[in-house]
């Protein structure tokens, strides 16, 4: 039986380095939700049983969208923002 929780083949598989929630931690994405989908959907994308890849590929990029408004729309509540914001860049531009 295919494991569908904890380390599935679709995201990686827990030998591999590159798995999607291990490069996630290691990039900071794991504290945002929507770049954190983005790279599952993208990083799934055509390995996932009865899921054609344009549907995660569509997904990804909703995520994003959805991301970038609230950079756009400058939510101060925005997490993504404050730590760009905290580390002396706005988020919104080249720094």
Not at 10 to 15: L, N
Not at 17 to 32: I, N, R, S
Request: charged share 35%; no cysteine.
């Amino acid at each position: 039986m295919k494991e569908h929780v904890n380390h599935p083949d679709h995201y990686g598989g827990e030998d591999n380095p590159y798995e999607v929630v291990k490069v996630a931690e290691a990039w900071g994405l794991d504290m945002d939700a929507y770049l954190f989908n983005v790279l599952k959907y993208i990083g799934r994308s055509g390995k996932k049983d009865d899921n054609p890849p344009i549907q995660d590929l569509k997904k990804a990029l909703w995520y994003l969208e959805r991301r970038i408004k609230t950079i756009e729309n400058g939510d101060k509540h925005d997490l993504y923002l404050r730590y760009y914001e905290e580390n002396g860049g706005d988020g919104r531009g080249v720094d």
